[in-house]
């Protein structure tokens, strides 16, 4: 197992069989929730409640130090709290510990800041008592990993070879060790949350690759299983896991560096995973919130797609009943803004007029090639880049039969064309007050110099990439169509 273990302290689930009365005399006596931290020699006059929720953290409820008993903080509310990991804070907004809350939410913890873990009680709580054997376990063996870790360095800076060997062994058999045992806890407790949130970090065990008839072996089979059985130890249906640590960078990994990062393959690993979590409303809700805003705000091109496939798909289809009507406008209009400069979409044309006060069309250009260009003379880094693009044009132009259409975006008319005959650039500039759309918006231009990379036939191949990138993708664009032809495929 990867070491990503968390120290918290858990209030696991059992069943209890109670009569009806006794269930409704203890509603009565036992509402809400209330949690006493008693921590001795403590110099906080205020403590802070909080719980995570994806990658964040939440303010939830702050409790003053009790006058009579310095170090007791009690957190007190009507309302039960939502299942999940919560942070005790000092005054200071430093984490003092981590503790589960869930069905049991009256209970009190007592501990020393000399040793907040060794010296820790727990009364009202047997679960957290279980819990904290667990974690004096798991931080011993955590504590021998790093003597062992330390003694390896030793050994290698002192050249001793076969102690190395001998120390690795060790590290190897004491990080067996941790990991059996947090699988044996998960295995005797198998109705514990906390349990669940370990499952999520427990490894995939690959089975022996499969032999073929003729002998060969599938070189991409560990991959495909470890795909397949991502979430094999996760509770897909229990919303609980939102609200610790672990959970959004577990789908988050999934989507960075799982999958193939082919927007085909994204769009069907998205719909496969949100119709997993689809019977549970707040992991529903939640997985889609984060596939859109990971896919609006990627910065690998042509992500942009995978976001307005979501957003046709779930936003537009009223799926998403949650989202208010004036949240579900703004997001469908994105969406169709960013549908018309997709990867493989035909540019919109473009018709401003070039200095000699001409016409020029962005769509009747004869190159195999074209690079739209917005920028603006007067901007610092449009300074340093359009002469890049210059030198880039002049040496590639009848090599790669290309050509550029410079979109000045810079009201001065003479400031304009003055730059351009200082900068030597003897290509399509175009610029003014006149043009057929309103570029800033159909091209989603909030900041210059910005490159647009077109084919033949005008359809984007690139976007937002820099002068210094391009060589590497003509090279490598170039190989790709090499390749197609010589297959037959164009």
Not at 314 to 339: G, V
Request: proline content about 3%.
């Amino acid at each position: 197992m990867k070491n990503r273990i968390i120290i918290l302290v858990s209030l696991l689930i059992f069943s209890t069989n109670y009569n009806l009365q006794a269930q409704k005399a203890n509603s009565k006596k036992k509402s809400g929730y209330e949690i006493k931290i008693h921590i001795k020699n403590s110099p906080d006059s205020m403590m802070y409640l909080a719980n995570y929720y994806g990658r964040n953290q939440y303010l939830k409820d702050s409790a003053k130090a009790d006058p009579k008993t310095p170090g007791l903080f009690v957190f007190k509310g009507e309302e039960p709290l939502l299942g999940g990991i919560y942070i005790l804070a000092s005054q200071s907004k430093v984490k003092t510990m981590e503790f589960v809350i869930d069905q049991s939410q009256h209970f009190t913890f007592e501990t020393d800041t000399a040793d907040v873990l060794k010296k820790i009680n727990i009364k009202g709580s047997p679960e957290n008592e279980l819990f904290f054997n667990y974690i004096k376990i798991l931080n011993h063996l955590q504590n021998e990993l790093m003597r062992i870790s330390g003694e390896i360095k030793d050994a290698e800076n002192e050249g001793k070879e076969g102690l190395v060997k001998i120390k690795k062994d060790l590290l190897t058999e004491k990080s067996k060790e941790l990991e059996e045992y947090t699988k044996g806890f998960i295995k005797d407790n198998p109705d514990a949350f906390f349990s669940k949130v370990l499952a999520l970090n427990l490894d995939i065990q690959i089975p022996p690759f499969p032999v073929r008839e003729d002998g060969t072996v599938d070189s991409t089979f560990a991959w495909k299983y470890y795909k397949e059985n991502f979430w094999m130890h996760t509770d897909l249906a229990d919303d609980r896991l939102l609200r610790t640590p672990v959970f959004h960078s577990k789908l988050q990994r999934y989507f960075s560096e799982v999958i193939v990062q082919d927007n085909d393959s994204i769009k069907h690993e998205a719909s496969k995973l949100i119709e997993m979590v689809r019977p549970n409303e707040e992991m529903f809700k939640y997985v889609i919130w984060f596939l859109t805003n990971y896919y609006e705000t990627s910065k690998i091109m042509g992500h942009d797609e995978v976001f307005v496939f979501l957003v046709e798909e779930y936003y537009m289809t009223n799926q998403c009943f949650w989202i208010p009507p004036h949240t579900l406008e703004n997001l469908s209009r994105r969406a169709l803004q960013l549908k018309s400069i997709l990867i493989g979409a035909k540019a919109p044309e473009l018709i401003m007029y070039d200095t000699n006060n001409v016409f020029r069309s962005s769509h009747h250009i004869k190159a195999d090639y074209t690079i739209l260009w917005f920028f603006d003379p007067d901007c610092g880094h449009c300074k340093v880049e359009t002469p890049r693009l210059r030198d880039f044009y002049n040496e590639n132009k009848k090599r790669l039969n290309l050509e550029v259409f410079a979109v000045s975006s810079d009201q001065d008319l003479e400031r304009w064309k003055k730059y351009i005959r200082d900068q030597k650039l003897n290509w399509i500039n175009v610029g003014g007050n006149t043009a057929n759309i309103d570029f800033f918006k159909v091209y989603d231009l909030y900041s210059t110099p910005v490159m647009y990379l077109l084919d033949k036939d005008k359809k984007i191949l690139a976007k937002r990439i820099s002068v210094a990138d391009l060589d590497n993708f003509f090279e490598q664009y170039e190989k790709v169509k090499e390749n197609r032809k010589r297959m037959g495929l164009d």
